[in-house]
């Protein structure tokens, strides 16, 4: 048997891994500034991380939601208070698409109605309704094409609300991610997401706030969109939630009403992805991840700055965006395989940085000097 050849890869076996770093199958020593794609949170085999997920498979691992799971409670009692939502509810899944998929299916659950705004360059999953919300007509089927999605320009506040003025009354959610990651990272304005708060209140239409990958620290607030001092009515969550292990959910404001059998899922919320959820947010806590996010970030954009090459920087916290000119694209390639630097990308030629929270000094150091012999060669 073959795979299913859909992505296109490093000719590079990871063999293990440890805190910012990861070997390969020759023993070479690469930093890992691309967190695994935004998803190693607290470090490769975090101690507390690994006992955590031992002592809970020797307990036990999996079993139905068709009993009680004490852990899920304590995982929503802890993540209500780190996260500051602490009057929200938990529905738990298993990745980050969905996490939308079922935000999407509530919203229109709450409030009865189909339509959703969405924005130009958002990405919000692969399956059927977070595809459709998504801006890639490439990624899109012909089975997920549906009327139901409006894609207005992202950042454009009259856009939104002539289109409130007109169709506030069918729309059942709009969409959004508070900083922008495979569309480049992006951030949204807090004078937008604001107006996205006002108009779903006027409307009531629900305000989704993707936080697969702007959330859960990264940006050195719980929620990217917390920076415009609003609350959104679900926030998705997927990616840094689990440090590895696949464990997605939704945060829901209490005004939206559970009722059996409206949601669903097999695996989600199991033993042991509740593990792996709270191993995070314990080490998030003792460590004080937010904050090192937040200093580090601001140290690597600081570094960043100087390099007058770069077309453009963007981004908050840990979550960075090199956006490079035309002739400097081989900047990635080059951290990867001649200095070991694993970073992310959004097409055309921005790098993503998207490391672990507790990155120290010395790894951005690292990186940073890298990036300075590549362009000043
Ligand atoms: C903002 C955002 N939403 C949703 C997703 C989908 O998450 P997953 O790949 O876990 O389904 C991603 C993945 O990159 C993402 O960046």
Excluded at 18 to 42: K, Q, R
Excluded at 189 to 200: D, M, N
Aim: glycine share 10%.
């Amino acid at each position: 048997m073959t795979l299913f050849d859909v992505y296109p890869i490093n000719n590079i076996a990871i063999e293990r891994a440890e805190g910012s770093y990861v070997w390969d199958d020759e023993g070479n020593i690469y930093l890992d500034m691309y967190g695994g794609h935004a998803v190693i949170s607290i470090g490769h085999t975090h101690p507390h991380y690994v006992a955590r997920l031992q002592h809970q498979l020797h307990k036990i691992g999996f079993y139905s939601n068709s009993i009680e799971i004490p852990i899920q409670k304590e995982l929503a009692k802890k993540l209500g208070e780190i996260s500051g939502k602490e009057d929200y509810q938990l529905f738990m899944c298993n990745s980050g698409a969905e996490a939308n998929e079922n935000a999407l299916k509530l919203a229109s659950f709450y409030n009865g109605r189909k339509k959703v705004v969405s924005f130009t360059k958002a990405f919000h999953g692969r399956t059927s309704l977070a595809v459709a919300v998504t801006d890639n007509p490439n990624i899109v089927a012909p089975i997920n094409e549906t009327d139901n999605v409006k894609f207005l320009p992202f950042n454009d506040e009259v856009a939104l609300a002539n289109y409130f003025e007109h169709y506030g009354n069918d729309i059942s959610s709009v969409i959004v991610e508070g900083i922008q990651g495979v569309g480049g990272i992006r951030e949204a304005s807090k004078s937008f997401l604001q107006l996205i708060r006002t108009l779903c209140t006027k409307y009531n239409a629900v305000y989704i706030a993707d936080s697969v990958q702007c959330g859960y620290g990264r940006t050195g607030q719980f929620f990217a969109h917390d920076y415009a001092g609003i609350q959104a009515d679900i926030y998705s969550m997927a990616k840094g939630m689990g440090n590895g292990f696949p464990v997605g959910g939704i945060l829901i404001a209490p005004h939206i009403q559970p009722k059996h059998f409206m949601l669903g899922t097999t695996f989600g919320g199991n033993h042991l992805a509740c593990a792996a959820a709270l191993a995070v947010l314990e080490v998030m806590e003792q460590e004080n991840l937010l904050m090192n996010a937040k200093h580090m970030g601001d140290y690597i954009q600081e570094g960043l700055k100087k390099f007058t090459q770069i077309k453009e920087l963007r981004g908050r916290g840990l979550m960075i965006g090199i956006e490079m000119p035309e002739e400097w694209a081989h900047v990635k390639k080059d951290l990867l395989y001649k200095y070991k630097i694993f970073t992310g990308e959004a097409k055309p030629n921005t790098i993503r940085l998207l490391p672990a929270l507790n990155i120290s000094k010395k790894e951005a150091d690292l990186f940073l000097d890298s990036f300075a012999t590549i362009l000043n060669a």
